[in-house]
């Protein structure tokens, strides 16, 4: 099982409706009238980061609008203040530039990535 921590949330959106299913620290993107998907594309503007999974229809939970957290859902290797953006499964990795990062590396230690939420 994953591992997603708040330790300084940002603003919670819980509103809306998922279209497809989503696993808890993946990316959405606004596709609707309040309905989210998993981005999967870095060039897409990321609404946030989903709290825990979702199945097709359900209302998701989203962190949004900043805050710092901790996971283990991330790939490749990150280093500590490099900008991350989504890869092609909806999780962070390294080499963001300022078109397409969606958050901040804080720290790296036994495999849990701290960073700053940037949407």
Partial sequence: MGYLNANHP???????YMQGAGSMGQFVKAVGDDTFSVNTDAGTQSFGLLMKDYADGEMPAIWCNGG????DQFSGTV????????????????GATNTNR???AISVSG?????????
């Fill in 111 to 119: 495999g849990i990535l701290k960073f700053k939420l940037l949407i």
């Fill in 10 to 16: 940002g603003l919670a959106y819980g509103d809306g």
């Fill in 102 to 104: 969606v958050a901040q």
């Fill in 79 to 94: 280093n500590p203040n490099e900008l991350l953006k989504i890869d092609n499964t909806g999780r962070l990795v390294g």
């Fill in 68 to 71: 710092v957290y901790e996971t």
